[in-house]
Nanobody, 129 residues
Framework: QVQLVESGGGLTQPGGSLRLICEASGFLLQNFAVGWFRRAPGKEREGVSCISSSDNRTFYSDSVRGRFTISRDNARNAVYLQMNSLKPEDTANYYC??????????????????????WGQGTQVFVFS
């Protein structure tokens, strides 16, 4: 059974850190480009960060560049999103997904759940004082 399961969300104060985990089952995540996305109430979906499989090339949105880091753990069949210096505006549901391509150059970070691919359910992140 093909699954993507996110974990690691929670509540933190501004300036805090969280590490999100996207774990796959039923397929090898290392073979595909993987992205982290977020959706906050009343806001558009945002492709936060993506990583290719072919060369581990990465993409970060302007809003998180320098604060978030995406990485792979092939032994765990997972992709992480390390989030530092969190801000209240980072509050959202974060989910991971793949469009089954190997490269982020195919536009993974610009895609949504309605596009062809496979997406997890998400984990909630709350940042407030």
């Amino acid at each position: 059974q093909v699954q993507l399961v996110e974990s690691g969300g929670g509540l933190t104060q501004p300036g805090g850190s969280l590490r999100l985990i996207c774990e796959a089952s039923g397929f090898l995540l290392q073979n595909f480009a993987v992205g982290w996305f977020r959706r906050a109430p009343g806001k558009e979906r945002e492709g936060v960060s993506c990583i290719s499989s072919s060369d581990n090339r990465t993409f970060y949105s302007d809003s998180v560049r320098g604060r978030f880091t995406i990485s792979r753990d092939n032994a765990r069949n997972a992709v992480y999103l390390q989030m530092n210096s969190l801000k209240p505006e980072d509050t959202a549901n974060y989910y991971c997904g793949t469009d089954w391509s190997s490269s982020i150059e195919r536009g993974l970070c610009q895609k949504s759940r309605s596009d062809s691919g496979f997406w997890g359910q998400g984990t909630q992140v709350f940042v407030f004082s």
